[in-house]
């Protein structure tokens, strides 16, 4: 779910999920709303504002341990 409140001329929003894969799903995720709440933040004339997700199971997969090492160990 996706929930938006304006606090301050400010458009806010906070996305709860009920599965990210951390590699992958939620970098798009993060990004896919980011575009969200700026499109519905120029709508309303609003500036862009907090951006929070929660996931319920937030998780990476077995076969992705090594481009994760790479990217976090170079």
Not at 19 to 45: C, E, H, M, R, T
């Amino acid at each position: 779910s996706i929930d938006f409140k304006i606090r301050k001329q400010k458009l806010n929003a906070t996305m709860v999920v009920r599965s990210n894969d951390l590699f992958f799903g939620w970098p798009a995720n993060l990004y896919q709303l980011f575009v969200l709440q700026d499109y519905i933040g120029k709508k309303l004339g609003c500036k862009t504002g907090s951006l929070t997700t929660f996931s319920n199971s937030a998780h990476i997969f077995k076969d992705q341990f090594e481009d994760i090492q790479q990217v976090t160990l170079d």
